[in-house]
């Protein structure tokens, strides 16, 4: 057994056993290491180190090296805490399943007390932790020198629990020795953006980013999403900070919060990025336009925010091309800017979405913006997600630009820019947008999986393999650029589609949004389009001890074999997810869920009868395993 001994405090006190990462040396806020002993001691039991393959001589060495790092991670084990002194573990905390809280790429869960059945499992203590795990987790793959320590920031949406956790979180990063730079309200987008800034007057670049948020999830529920100068990061690198954070959370100890805490109170930074971040934005729309400063002046635009944190792209950005005459503030949360010939509404930030789920998915967000726009005779409205990774927007006549519709207009302004690039898009886009991208545009469709960070990794490994991809772009409202460092970044999208108004301005063409509209001459759209949900019944005995993973797969193995034996139906020829279907003038895809035991299911045809003989042929094969939910199917097709 190897171990550091601290004559600081004489507590005898181990290298903790957390994942394996690199200790820098001028970081040792827990164990001051003035004094090495590596014979004769014996450390707690969850505190030990496997020295099977670490020679003393090794080991004694990379200690005392000149260098600011030192690497035991050449032993696979998990080691390093910093919340572990010899302290007692506090007895008073909450037991946590860390893992559960993962969410794909993301991390989710409840964070205000007051609705049944949805105990807090994202308390302080825990957001702490898994801020200490990630800047122990950054440590190991941005390697810190002498020259400065890492920085981290952090920002938040508008939710109640917001300020909370970024306090926390800052606690974790600056007990763990890292540099803690707070931006407050924010967007997901901006964050991973300031990995990229290079502005050493706002501490910029960073080397990670926390966003604290839940996306368009009720005003309870709270996040991360974690960022690199390489992107967001993935899967496995999010279990592997839960389980480092489950390890530090079970060594906290009275001493070690409190000593974070003051590490934290000195170590603070904060900064006005989203400014920054705006004027980039701004930049971008005034040279579409050659460089006039008011670009936009006499349109009428409307921004629905969704009280979550795109009230900037109002005030910020829109508002810069404009003369602002006055502002007001009406009762229902609207903050009212008048113009010369051109107006503004925007809701204001509450982090109890009092007005609408702020999606641009969901159906009554989507009304909201329409009305607004109709009764205000506005040129455009535009309605983003909470933390602004997602947008949409709604034209002069009310016609909604999202999903399939902003897709093919984001497609036809990247395919006017680079002709014939490859669009990717999630699984359930629609057989008219393939048209519309292949024989209207001259484009190629490339139909990957759900999730956004599916499709943005797919169009980077496409680049990587000479298929030139410049837009992925999910139904969902997330959409990401080849020429903004493939960030899926809501206020981008719309920043494009203002683009194209102010060039055609500048161009001398009027019209207002119909320059949007006109884009999407020839897009095919379906009569009737629905989504479903079947669930899968985890507990019931006909999975047979299977995981419910297991039994979607075989459900959906076994409509395959359905539809090879229909000669009706035509099963899609390239298909990565799920089955894809055609027949009776439209098409059905079911797939598994990302995260849930659920299969969804979209439909598509030009008429109800059709729609129906689709839903009809799912049917029969869902209709053969017991454990399967079918009441919404079954209910459509009864219709």
């Known amino acids: 057994m190897f171990w550091l001994h601290s004559a600081a405090n004489r507590t005898d006190s181990p290298v903790p056993n957390v994942r394996g990462i690199d200790l820098p040396l001028s970081h040792t806020n827990y164990f001051p290491f003035q004094e090495l002993d590596c014979r004769g001691m014996e450390p707690p039991p969850c505190n ?105 920031s952090i920002g938040h949406d508008s939710r109640v629990s917001a300020q909370k956790l970024q306090d926390a979180a800052s606690r974790g990063i600056a007990g763990a020795g890292l540099d803690v730079v707070q931006y407050g309200l924010a967007s997901t987008p901006a964050m991973f953006n300031s990995t990229l800034t290079e502005k050493d007057d706002i501490l910029c670049p960073v080397d990670g980013s926390i966003m604290i948020t839940a996306s368009h999830l009720p005003y309870n529920r709270n996040g991360f999403k974690f960022f690199t100068n390489a992107g967001g990061l993935g899967k496995p690198d999010i279990k592997d900070i839960l389980e480092r954070a489950a390890d530090i959370y079970q060594c906290f100890t009275t001493e070690s919060l409190k000593n974070s805490e003051i590490k934290a109170s000195s170590s ?20 579409a336009a050659g460089n006039t400063e008011k670009p936009l002046e006499g349109f009428h635009i409307i921004v629905d925010a969704g009280n979550g944190a795109g009230g900037f792209f109002a005030y910020k950005i829109v508002t810069e091309f404009v003369m602002i005459r006055e502002r007001s503030l009406n009762l229902l949360g609207l903050l009212l800017l008048a113009v010369s010939s051109w107006s503004l509404m925007v ?32 040129d455009l409205g535009i309605i983003f997600d909470t933390d602004v990774d997602r947008s949409a927007a709604v034209d002069f006549a009310g016609c909604e630009l999202n999903r399939n519709r902003l897709i093919a207009l984001m497609s036809a302004i990247v395919l006017e820019e680079h002709p014939g690039t490859t669009i990717v898009t999630d699984s359930v886009t629609s057989d008219g947008l393939t048209t519309f991208i292949e024989k209207k545009l001259g484009g190629k469709h490339h139909r990957f999986k759900r999730g956004y960070k599916n499709v943005i990794d797919e169009a980077i490994r496409l680049n990587s393999v000479g298929e030139e991809s410049h837009l992925a772009i999910e139904t969902s409202g997330h959409g990401a650029l080849k020429e903004n460092h493939w960030l899926d970044d809501g206020a981008y999208l719309m920043v494009k589609l203002l683009n194209k108004l102010a060039s055609a301005r500048a161009s001398g063409l009027g019209g207002g949004s119909q320059v949007l509209t006109d884009l999407l001459d020839g897009l095919e759209e379906p009569a ?29 193995k076994h409509l395959e074999n359905i539809s090879d034996s229909d000669p009706k139906l035509q099963k899609a020829p390239v298909n990565y997810e799920g089955v894809r279907v055609s027949g009776y003038g439209g098409w059905f895809l079911l797939r598994l869920s990302l995260h849930d035991p659920v299969l969804p299911l979209n439909i598509e045809a030009s008429t109800k009868d059709d729609a129906l003989k689709l839903g009809l042929a799912v049917l029969s094969a869902a209709n053969e395993f017991p454990a399967l939910d079918t009441t919404s199917l079954t209910n459509f097709v009864k219709v």
Do not use: C
């Not at 007895?91 to 946590?96: C, K």
């Not at 994202?122 to 932790?129: C, S």
């Not at 949900?533 to 985890?538: A, E, G, Y």
């Open 347 to 378: 809701k204001l930030y509450s982090g109890l979405f009092p007005n609408h789920i702020p999606n641009p998915e969901d159906k009554a967000a989507m009304k909201s913006i329409t009305e607004a726009v109709l009764s205000n005779k506005a």
């Open 268 to 287: 603070i930074k904060r900064v006005d990025y989203m400014s920054v971040y705006s004027s980039d934005l701004v930049a971008a729309v005034r040279k």
């Open 48 to 152: 030990r180190i496997d020295s099977q393959n670490l020679t003393e001589e090794l080991f004694t060495a990379t200690v005392r090296s000149r260098f600011s790092l030192f690497r035991l991670n050449l032993i696979n084990q998990r080691f390093w805490n910093p919340f572990a002194p010899s302290a007692t573990v506090i007895p008073s905390l909450e037991r946590v399943d860390f893992l559960k809280l993962q969410n794909g790429s993301d991390i989710r869960g409840v964070a205000v007390a007051g609705v049944e059945g949805e105990p807090v499992n994202l308390t302080e203590p825990v957001t702490e932790a898994i801020a200490a795990a990630f800047s122990a987790w950054l440590l190991n793959k941005k390697k810190s020198n002498e020259s400065r320590r890492l920085r981290v």
């Open 528 to 556: 009737l389009a629905v989504e479903l949900r079947i669930k899968i019944d985890q507990n019931h005995a006909d999975l047979k001890g299977r995981s419910f993973r297991e039994y979607g797969e075989a459900v959906l």
